[in-house]
């Protein structure tokens, strides 16, 4: 195995161009290497053997309930332009280009890492090879629409009640109409993403944001296409645009919530800074440490429902097209990134 996608593809062509000799030699290292690992492993000594849970005592074994965080309860709630969802039919790509982490698709989709390079030589590499397949597939994304942005978004009234995040009905905001839960650090900061929002008990209904967005079924079925017909290079490219083209415009309809709820004020003028959080709020997905419960994509999606977009949900709760992310927007001034 390759360790990447591209390490990949140099072993396919070794295949293809029939270079076995150098094919045997990488193998045969690998696996005195491997042996070499394998043989420290078994002599090194066994870890001590786990003491058992009915060996503690009773207080060292009992879970208490975390209290809640410090995150202010009293911050002002904006007003939201409408309440309930939207759909956006189309999203010009020319706005969602300059907000693509180019950093993340050099390097990460496609590849281009400095390594051992001077920074003189990385920096002509990205400026002679990398800033021109950039430049092109951004052309051909647009002139042969293989790119199409849609976005489906809304505004929904709740409140927060311990760990869970209680959402209501729009037209009757007494009846609740989903629930989220979410975990609560158990220590540090005590952090649990219903902090912040309004309690129940102060009678006040907070404002939860969400959005989904995808750049449409055409990007998947093209890169298959590329992938069939052996160009892989090519294919690896076109999937990693699509991806962060996803990406960027989750970004940028973040920003456009932002903006709605009258709290952009407070972004960076630069969009780089964005990818950093340099904002009033945070946008959270499910599957990560602050949100880890992948199912909780079938709420989001009877809140908001992405079907008008072509968007679905997998057995696994992967979203299809796969160039395509939902999330939660949240607000309030003290909400960042964390892990539970």
Request: glycine share 4%; charged share 30%; net charge negative.
């Amino acid at each position: 195995y390759g360790r990447d996608a591209f390490e990949g593809l140099r072993f396919m062509d070794l295949l293809a161009s029939r270079e076995l000799p150098t094919i045997d030699r990488e193998i045969s290292e690998r696996l005195t290497k491997r042996a070499g690992v394998e043989a420290a492993i078994a002599s090194s000594p066994p870890p001590p053997p786990a003491r058992s849970a009915r060996a503690q005592p009773e207080s060292a074994t009992a879970t208490l309930p975390a209290e809640r965080s410090a995150v202010r309860a009293d911050v002002e709630i904006p007003e939201p332009p409408f309440w309930g969802s939207r759909v956006i039919e189309s999203v010009d790509l020319d706005e969602i280009y300059p907000f693509i982490n180019t950093v993340a698709l050099f390097r990460g989709q496609w590849q281009f890492k400095k390594g051992a390079k001077s920074d003189s030589d990385y920096q002509r590499q990205i400026e002679d090879q990398v800033q021109p397949l950039f430049d092109r597939l951004k052309r051909q994304c647009r002139d042969e629409n293989i790119l199409r942005p849609q976005v489906v978004y809304g505004y929904y009234p709740a409140n927060s009640e311990g760990d869970d995040l209680v959402v209501y009905d729009p037209a009757e905001p007494t009846r609740e109409i989903e629930r989220f839960s979410f975990p609560r650090q158990p220590s540090r900061q005590r952090l649990c993403i219903s902090d912040f929002f309004r309690p129940a008990e102060s009678g006040v209904k907070d404002v939860l944001a969400l959005h989904c967005v995808t750049m449409g079924h055409e990007a998947s079925v093209r890169a298959r296409a590329l992938f069939e017909n052996n160009e892989y290079t090519e294919y690896l490219y076109l999937h990693g645009m699509g991806v962060e083209c996803a990406e960027a415009l989750a970004e940028l309809w973040h920003k456009r919530i932002r903006q709605e709820l009258g709290i952009a004020g407070e972004d960076s003028p630069r969009v780089r800074e964005l990818f950093t959080q340099h904002y009033r709020g945070s946008r959270y997905s499910f599957g990560y440490p602050a949100c880890p419960d992948m199912s909780d994509q079938e709420k989001l999606f009877r809140l908001l429902r992405p079907e008008r977009i072509g968007c679905v949900l997998t057995e696994n709760w992967q979203i299809d097209p796969e160039q395509s992310t939902s999330a939660i927007v949240v607000h309030h001034p003290e909400a960042k990134y964390f892990s539970v």
